[in-house]
């Protein structure tokens, strides 16, 4: 049954309700948007026993408290190692049950920008152009199309999938202040002269301070069109390193534009747009460049064993702790977005 779950005390800097996005509207102009870290989310979402695409809570820099409204499992992932249950250390990247007037609380983000909240069930909100991801800019989806404020109750949907006890170490992200992005041929791979393509790949680029949701301007080398940097604008993929005027590489994320201008040389592979997500000011960034099929090798490789989830040992009943025989459901990777809603 729908309903209360857990109260907000302190949103922290910026927390939002976010599923992977509303796909199929870009034609209209709405952005996809959808949480920056998937894979945290993807994860969270496996360990609390919902379909890979339940929305969770995006907490922005830490500093986020919450009061469980009752008895529940939630999991907690992302970079941040300070996060505390009654007062007492909880690890990330793990299954944890919560009884109601239990408080959960983050420290302010060190080793990267995001975390997620996952509840068993996910967070029920009304679904909004097949998704119930929030787009701050235009003022709809998740919570009345704002981000969460002191007081807010969150509810979640119906719970019965299987409850993982903990990610695999080989699952999680390699979050890190140095990081190194594999980068795919863009739609206009061409556009960069040769020696800038030498740069991009060989020199370092540092993150600014111009880092948010729309995507994170690079600064380092400036690099240098064949043929200048605009072009008639087209679509932008997650990741696109688009090149202005500047010279100055700039990844767009989540709430890009659904078109843009200027020149695409590269994307960012899906399986590392996460980690520029995690991106703080002053990180560096290292550009590798690989190829299509390689790229498509290792994200089957990574989507196969996040679907094999299921089957990991370490799990444990999701109503073990009630009373009366035990019911556990098929698992199902399923969309979310069949349904949404308001607490009743």
Not at 98 to 111: I, K, Q, V, Y
Not at 291 to 316: D, G, M, Q
Request: contains cysteine; hydrophobic residues 40%; proline residues 8%.
């Amino acid at each position: 049954m729908n309903g209360p779950v857990l109260e907000i005390i302190r949103p922290g800097p910026l927390a939002t309700v976010q599923d992977l996005g509303r796909a199929g509207f870009q034609h209209m102009g709405v952005p996809v948007c959808g949480a920056m870290d998937s894979w945290a989310l993807r994860l969270g979402n496996v360990l609390v026993g919902n379909p890979l695409g339940e929305a969770g809570i995006e907490i922005t820099l830490g500093g986020f408290e919450g009061r469980f409204l009752r008895e529940t499992w939630f999991a907690l992932t992302g970079p941040n190692d300070s996060a505390f249950l009654n007062g007492a250390a909880v690890p990330a990247w793990r299954a944890l049950h919560a009884r109601p007037g239990d408080r959960l609380s983050l420290g302010l983000a060190e080793r990267g920008a995001r975390d997620y909240v996952c509840l068993a069930g996910g967070v029920d909100v009304p679904i909004v152009l097949g998704s119930k991801a929030t787009y701050l800019p235009g003022r709809f989806g998740g919570l009345e199309g704002r981000a969460l404020r002191s007081g807010d109750v969150i509810c979640a949907g119906p719970s019965g999938g299987r409850i993982l006890e903990i990610v695999p170490e080989a699952m999680r992200p390699r979050y890190t202040s140095e990081m190194r992005l594999r980068i795919v041929p863009g739609p206009q791979e061409e556009s960069l002269s040769e020696s800038s393509w030498e740069m991009l790949l060989s020199e370092p680029f540092q993150v600014t301070e111009r880092c948010d949701r729309m995507g994170c301007l690079l600064k380092g080398p400036v690099l240098s069109h064949r043929h200048g940097p605009d072009i008639v604008s087209d679509g932008i993929a997650p990741g696109s390193v688009q090149v202005p005027g500047s010279g100055q590489p700039f990844i767009l994320l989540a709430d890009r534009p659904t078109t843009g201008g200027y020149t695409k040389p590269a994307v960012v592979a899906s399986f590392d747009v996460p980690l520029i997500a995690q991106a703080l000011p002053g990180w560096v960034v290292r550009f590798e460049r690989i190829s299509v099929w390689e790229a498509r090798e290792i994200h089957l490789r990574r989507e196969y064993f996040l679907r094999r989830s299921a089957e990991w040992k370490h799990t444990v009943d999701l109503f073990s702790l009630k009373e009366g025989p035990s019911h556990m459901n098929s698992w199902s990777f399923s969309d979310s977005r069949r349904r949404g809603g308001h607490c009743k």
